[in-house]
Nanobody, 123 residues
Framework: QVQLVESGGGLVQAGGSLRLSCAAS????????MGWFRQVPGKERNFVAA????????RYADSVKGRFTISRDNAENTVYLQMNSLKPEDTAVYYC????????????????WGQGTQVTVSS
């Protein structure tokens, strides 16, 4: 019903910035709350940030608060994650996810997922 495609990942030096994008197709616009998660091989998928359907409310994991900013452009069916002051511990595969209600911080609550994009921060 909804297809999500992440882009913008890559290799960046510590202290640098990167902007991730998530393009949605199918049922889009303000129908879904959106979230960003990240995962390191062998570990659980962790919450990063979430934004409400219209984009007026957002929240962040403590580890990224003050450095990352989530936003959305419903006219373009796109969600963004601006990442500043990147640290090596930010290295992970980043996933975009959609929830028809409000999934909060649990990955299990989200209905649709992108394929992920690799972010690598070198020291």
């Amino acid at each position: 019903q909804v297809q999500l495609v992440e882009s913008g990942g890559g290799l960046v030096q510590a202290g640098g910035s990167l902007r991730l994008s998530c393009a949605a197709s199918g049922r889009t616009s303000g129908s879904y709350a959106m979230g960003w998660f990240r995962q390191v091989p062998g570990k659980e998928r962790n919450f990063v940030a979430a934004i409400s359907r219209v984009g007026l409310m957002s929240r962040y994991a403590d580890s990224v608060k003050g450095r990352f900013t989530i936003s959305r452009d419903n006219a373009e069916n796109t969600v963004y994650l601006q990442m500043n002051s990147l640290k090596p511990e930010d290295t992970a595969v980043y996933y975009c996810a959609a929830d028809r209600t409000y999934g909060g911080e649990s990955p299990d609550a989200y209905d649709y997922w992108g394929q992920g994009t690799q972010v690598t921060v070198s020291s």
